[in-house]
């Protein structure tokens, strides 16, 4: 980073906090004037005949991945409402007593649940902050725009073609912009309206759709949890509809 290593570790701790005593996640060494850091990333090992769908995350989070899985519950032990929805949606199947990070990893990881698709979990930045803000927060304007934001466009474009994914959907509205064709800026209240937001991905020689639902920590609205399972279930059945509809086009 030469010489914006020590505004760049001074801001990061400032803004990392407690998060940087996971000296396993996050280290900067001086005598370099390099940062290491642990990222996250779910790639199923057992293959099926499910079709595959990328969940498509802003960044991770030093506490899950201290936890050792994508959305472990907080410091306080409270689950994180995304297992609940995608389970009331249909996603998937997975008893409550199996949901500890160790066993949500190990059951993905392996496709040991019930589910019409099977998952891969992504973040789109590697780096690991407590909100996607913080790291261009971190690293400052020059830093991201000439090395992070590339960095990540290559590696999700790479990813994207390994995986060939039948869907993807993200949760967050900026990581959706930067990957889609179309923009979005008011949505939800679109998905209050159980309408769909989609495009496709842009720059690859492929169709694959992508959807936006809410964020994985939305609850401002008194029947949160009831919106979020039909934006899950509305983008659930489309991408079924989708793939049936291709099946019966070419048989």
Not at 94 to 108: A, G, V
Request: contains cysteine; charged residues 25%; proline residues 6%.
């Amino acid at each position: 980073m030469g010489q914006e290593y020590g505004c760049i570790k001074g801001r990061a701790t400032e803004i990392l906090g407690e998060y940087l005593k996971y000296s396993n996640i996050i280290k900067f060494g001086d005598v370099d004037e390099r940062v290491t850091f642990t990222t996250e990333r779910l790639i199923p090992t057992k293959s099926t005949q499910r079709p595959n769908v990328m969940l498509l995350f802003s960044n991770p989070h030093p506490h899950s991945i201290q936890q050792g899985m994508f959305l472990s519950a907080n410091t306080k032990n409270k689950e994180n409402l995304f297992w609940p929805c995608m389970r009331n949606a249909g996603w998937f199947s997975i008893p409550e007593s199996k949901r500890n990070p160790k066993q949500l990893r190990d059951i993905f990881l392996e496709v040991k649940y019930s589910g019409p698709f099977k998952l891969y979990f992504y973040c789109y930045y590697a780096f690991p902050t407590r909100y996607p803000i913080h790291i261009l927060r971190i690293f400052g304007k020059r830093f991201f725009t000439q090395h992070i934001e590339p960095e990540a466009k290559n590696e999700f474009r790479k990813t994207t073609l390994e995986i060939a994914p039948d869907a993807i959907i993200t949760f967050n509205k900026d990581i959706f912009n930067l990957v889609s064709e179309d923009k979005i800026e008011r949505y939800l209240d679109l998905l209050k309206k159980g309408k769909l937001v989609q495009s496709r991905i842009r720059g690859i020689n492929r169709d694959i759709p992508v959807f936006l639902t809410y964020p994985t920590g939305w609850r401002y609205h008194k029947e949160y949890m009831e919106l979020r399972k039909d934006s899950l279930e509305t983008i659930k059945a489309a991408i079924l509809q989708r793939l049936n509809a291709s099946i019966n086009y070419s048989t």
